[in-house]
């Protein structure tokens, strides 16, 4: 049960920090989003498809935005398998 208890402190402790970097990663997602007038998801798209011109910002607004996603894929897979460690210890 130990070794249970260690991992899901340390899966815990994994989200704890995911959400402080992703709380910091929108911080700058809507400094971007003030800046430019557009919400980063239609940043994104238009972006991504080559809409927009490539300034300095765009590039860095652009992986912010990926890193935002990455970080909230990585809570996902967290969370499931929290659920999955659970569901083996019943």
């Known amino acids: 049960m130990g070794n249970f208890t260690s991992k899901m402190t340390n899966l815990n402790q994994q989200v704890r920090n ?6 910091d990663l929108i911080n700058e997602l809507k ?4 800046k430019y007038d ?9 972006f ?5 011109e ?3 910002d765009f590039f860095e607004w ?6 935002c996603r990455q ?3 990585k809570i996902r897979s967290i969370a ?5 460690s659970r569901n083996l210890m019943k």
Do not use: W
């Open 80 to 84: 499931v398998m929290k659920v999955m």
């Open 31 to 34: 400094n971007f989003e003030q």
């Open 38 to 46: 557009i919400p980063s998801e239609s940043f994104f798209r238009k």
């Open 54 to 56: 490539h300034k300095t």
């Open 48 to 52: 991504s498809q080559g809409e927009l």
């Open 18 to 23: 995911c959400c402080t970097d992703l709380d």
């Open 71 to 73: 970080l909230i894929q």
């Open 62 to 67: 652009y992986a912010y935005v990926d890193m």
